[in-house]
């Protein structure tokens, strides 16, 4: 017979592997390198707080508050360590207490056991449950009788475990409690509207507001002169509002999505069968089999062990493997089964445990500093200081204009005449230029750059979570979008891992059908059941009714105990494994006449839809690699099936290697093939991590999958590890970015393409978002320094970075996917974040706008016929029509922005709800504002023809872009103010 899957074995020291020699340096090490700019960060899967607190106070130069909304707190992680730390030393404390009274006592175990409380219908309390087993208390369990003793007052069978039926699971939660923690609350929305607050230009601009409404009522009287400090305040409590609401709307998804990676399923046993639950279900009482890999999910005593071998440095701190058996029998929850298997009773749950205690006393971490985040902070910072410097310049020349008399009201008088204007209106005055130098800081500074970072992870998250991918990190999300190289599995990710007895050689000869027992002998029939019943971590459950069995364990066991089925005074030993490893092992093999012979020198299919996955993930420069622990042949088989390889002729080494042969080279000689292989056969984990660092050190991007205890090197090394969620261990899931639901590798191609969506979505932001910044930034500073005055006001500007910056970001950031995503090739990690393709874009719609738009300010009263009409109504009709000309050219400047590089900008608009939703109510709003709140913001109403020029010179946008992509642009990038974010090493062709 042959099998798949080998037994458990043993995993060495931590940083040693007796096949694949001493341990050589980590590429991830020197990934982040000694690299002066603080903003150049390739990946944050490894950066220390300390080189993430560097990047960040680099940053913090405008809108601190609003920036890092999302971002990992780096206050509040100190912290967690340090709670973590006493809550150890606290556990520990006590436990060397007791045991130093026990040693004081001289160890004498009494006869009788001890007085137990009693808990409900059961003999024993949770307080006597907790002594025995947080205190590893081996005197108490001997007085209870043990294991045997303590399931007797727990009524629990160690071999069928609990009843299991809902009446006894509600008594047992009763008694002691559910397998729950309590949740820290969230933030309520009042604080998420009091961080928007705290916004420093923000707060400028109440202070303006609340000076400006006192002088204005002042001088005008309150039935009008509440007009301009009432509107700022309005416009800044609803910039502050949409900002609070965004950003409670992602905390809550933040926090659903966590909840979903807490939620672990693991097998029970209850009536004498294995059934799959919620880590939350768990009661006192249940018998939980363990594996290596899991979790342990609660506080208990071992029962039965075969090796048991528990990692204690989650709960201990010390990175030391605590083996257990009968002298050492307590299993603390959140440990994790490094070696081995065996069966334990649940003593206790929830908050009775200590790492209930020490989930009830920390908080999930709601945000993590990703590369990307990174790198649009840099170039936010950079952006902010120059719209610093320009608001300074405006401040600077509308001051010195003013004072020095060259400053006219809408009427033509010069607003100052030293000694002759009132100081409070000389303070008015001087309020209102401070208030434009403010605003126009506030839409220079691109605040949604950031955001929309956020924004789009989130909405990312969410649907991945449909695709069946769970995100862990947050920063897998953006990678996986330039990702050069995925090393797969091959059982269970690009098969079905459904195996089945197909072949079965016995006695020397064939067996057929496999289950026909009629050519056996009764000692070799009698073996093979022995053989099948006992050499597995499986079970058969017969249910009452007689009913079809039901066979639980990995599918090489089911498979073989489904074989053992139909086929119906010595020791012996039994072993499973691959074939050719098992014979090899074998001297001497008993054949159809029961004798024992000397020996001489005499699958699982593809998975639907993988071979188009493969081919996918081919076309758009991603290369698959089959790294698997079966042999060659079989690899082989499979690669050519899956589309990994074209044909067998093509089968040669270094496109297919052996494990042993690749494990056996140098570094250089392992760098040097590795791009080359596409096939690994017979290799160990240990043989996927070495080839997951020479690819990285070749410069690629690469993803790996696993779902093995010891694939967690090769998972944690990877730019993304991606663990199994249906096969893979807690210890593989622990180490991995996303977890693949399915364990279907259609489902990582799917996670490629969403993290090409990432990158494309924040690129279509930032072409939007730049755009208005040159366009406004343009049009007031020229305005200010050429006539004292700004077309573009102070509420104006802010309705205006509500719509860049909140409603665009939500708008861009949740564009699907598209196929046309596929068909170009990965993003490089250092690539430009303005392409070539944006700047060109960008460019042309800003030069568009900045030369209409200055046109109507200058000679917009000619050209709208306004020259007869009074002067001061003239000018507000001239800066209504460019306010309203300026938004719309926003709102089809957005229809551009979806498709930078594509000619048809509303293909599969219809499609995005949400994205039609906010263009359709920014017009419906806009309408409103110039209609009917024009006491508010300085506007007058439209006439109709004048509402058709503001759409039309919005709506040229459009077949300007269109035109504007005919423009060929030079594949170098330009060398343009933003390289200093790029970082400095080359990439190599494969990623850019």
């Avoid at 880590?279 to 018998?287: A, C, H, N, R």
């Amino acid at each position: 017979m042959s099998y798949a899957n080998g037994s458990p074995h043993r995993l060495p020291p931590p940083d040693t592997d007796l096949e694949a020699g001493p341990p050589t340096a980590r590429s991830g090490d020197f990934d982040d390198g000694d690299v002066s700019d603080p903003f150049d960060i390739t990946r944050t899967k490894n950066a220390s707080i300390e080189r993430l607190r560097r990047w960040r106070q680099a940053a913090l130069v405008l809108n601190a508050s609003r920036r890092f909304r999302y971002t990992l707190d780096l206050k509040k992680q100190e912290e967690k360590t340090q709670i973590l730390r006493k809550i150890r030393a606290h556990a520990q404390a006590i436990r060397a207490a007791y045991l130093f009274k026990a040693a004081g006592d001289g160890q004498v175990i009494e006869t009788t056991k001890p007085p137990a409380a009693s808990a409900g219908e059961f003999p024993i309390g949770q307080e006597q449950l907790a002594s025995v087993s947080r205190e590893h208390d081996t005197v108490a369990l001997q007085q209870y009788g043990g294991v045997a003793g303590i399931s007797n007052l727990l009524k629990t069978n160690l071999e069928k475990g609990i009843h299991g039926d809902d009446a006894d699971l509600l008594k047992r939660r009763n008694a002691f409690g559910s397998n729950d923690y309590p949740r820290k609350k969230g933030r309520s929305f009042w604080m998420f509207m009091w961080d928007a607050c705290k916004d420093l230009t923000l707060i400028i601009l109440m202070v303006a507001a609340a000076a400006s409404l006192a002088l204005g009522i002042k001088s005008e009287g309150i039935e009008e002169g509440w007009y301009d400090g009432g509107s700022i305040a309005f416009a800044v409590i609803l910039v502050i509002v949409v900002t609070a609401i965004s950003d409670y709307k992602q905390s809550l998804q933040f926090r659903n999505l966590n909840e979903e990676k807490r939620n672990i399923h693991l097998e029970v046993i209850r009536g004498g069968r294995r059934i799959e639950i919620s880590i939350y279900e768990i009661v006192v009482g249940d018998v939980i089999p363990l594996n290596i890999g899991n979790q342990v999910p609660a506080d208990g005593i071992l029962i039965t062990g075969h090796s048991l071998a528990i990692d204690e440095s989650s709960m201990t701190g010390e990175s030391k493997i605590v083996h257990k058996d009968s002298k050492d029998p307590f299993l603390m929850s959140g440990c994790k089964v490094a070696d081995g298997s065996g069966t334990m009773l649940v003593t206790g749950v929830g908050v009775n445990t200590e790492w209930g205690l020490l989930m009830a006393s920390i908080s999930e971490d709601t945000g993590e500093e990703t590369p990307l985040q990174v790198r649009l902070n840099g170039v936010a910072t950079f952006i902010g200081i120059v719209g610093l410097s320009v608001a300074v310049v405006v401040l600077i020349v509308l001051l010195a204009r003013f004072f020095s008399g060259h400053t006219r009201d809408a009427s033509g008088n010069v607003q100052f005449k030293a000694g002759k204007t009132k100081v409070g209106d000389a303070i008015d005055g001087a309020i209102k230029i401070v208030t434009v130098a403010v605003t126009i800081v506030v839409v220079a500074v691109p605040e949604g750059l950031p955001l929309a970072v956020t924004l789009t992870l989130a909405y990312s998250m969410r649907k991945m979570m449909a695709d069946k991918a769970l995100v862990r990190r947050l920063s897998a999300c953006e990678t996986m979008g330039s990702a050069t190289t995925i090393c797969s599995d091959k059982t269970g990710t690009l098969t079905m891992n459904q195996m089945t007895v197909v072949e079965a050689y016995a006695g020397g000869k064939k067996n057929d059908p496999p289950g026909n027992k009629s050519e056996l002998s009764p000692k070799l029939h009698s073996l093979l059941i022995e053989g099948v019943a006992q050499n597995t971590n499986g079970s058969v459950y017969v249910p009452e009714g007689g009913n079809d069995v039901e066979v639980s364990g990995s599918p090489t066991e089911k498979a073989i105990l489904h074989w053992g089925l139909e086929a119906d005074s010595e020791v012996h030993i039994h072993w499973k494994g691959a074939a050719e490893i098992v014979l090899a092992c074998c001297t001497r093999y008993i054949d159809a006449n029961d004798q024992l012979v000397d020996m001489d020198e005499e699958k699982d299919p593809c998975r639907p839809g993988v071979k188009d996955s493969v081919e996918l993930c081919q076309k758009s420069g991603v290369k698959v690699k089959m790294v698997t622990g079966d042999n060659v042949k079989t690899a082989k088989a499979i690669a050519v099936e899956c589309g990994i390889l074209n044909s067998l002729a093509e089968a040669t080494e270094p496109i297919i290697i052996e494990g042993k042969t690749f494990r056996a080279m140098t570094d250089a000689q392992r760098d040097e093939i590795a791009e080359a292989i596409s096939v690994m056969g017979r290799s160990s984990p240990n043989d996927k991590l070495l080839l997951v660092q020479a690819l990285r050190r070749k410069g690629h991007v690469v993803a790996v999958t696993g779902d093995g205890t010891n694939d967690a090197p090769a998972l944690h090394e990877a730019d993304i590890g991606l663990a199994m969620g249906i096969q893979g261990t807690e210890v593989a899931k622990e180490s991995s970015d996303i977890i693949i639901l399915d364990d279907n590798f259609a489902s990582v191609v799917k996670v490629v393409r969403w993290g090409r969506s990432v990158y494309a979505n924040i690129q279509k932001f930032i072409q939007f978002q730049l755009t208005v910044n040159v366009a406004a930034l343009v049009i007031n500073v020229v305005a200010a320094v050429s006539s004292g005055d700004v077309p573009l006001n102070a509420v104006q500007l802010l309705w205006v970075n509500l719509i860049m910056d909140t409603l665009g970001a939500l708008a861009l950031a949740t564009e699907p996917p598209t196929d046309h995503l596929m068909d170009r090739p990965p993003v490089g990690r250092r690539e430009p974040l303005i392409t070539n393709i944006m700047w060109r874009n960008l460019l042309i719609q800003a030069m568009y706008q900045v030369s209409v738009l200055l046109v109507l300010n200058f000679r917009g009263r000619s050209i709208l016929g306004l020259t007869h009409d009074k002067n001061d109504h003239a000018i507000k009709v001239k800066n209504t029509l460019i306010f309203n000309a300026f938004v719309l050219s926003q709102i089809f400047n957005e229809f551009n922005a979806r498709k930078p590089d594509e000619f048809n900008i509303f293909s599969g608009v219809t499609k995005n709800y949400l994205f039609m939703g906010i263009v359709g109510l920014t017009v419906v709003l806009q309408i409103i504002i110039i209609e009917f709140l024009g006491k508010f913001t300085s506007t007058v109403r439209l006439n109709w023809k004048q509402w058709l020029i503001s759409v039309i010179i919005g709506f040229i946008s459009w077949p300007l872009a269109v035109v504007g992509k005919l423009i060929p642009v030079p594949d170098t990038p330009i060398n343009n103010v933003f390289s200093r974010f790029r970082g400095r090493r080359k990439e190599p062709e494969a990623s850019q």
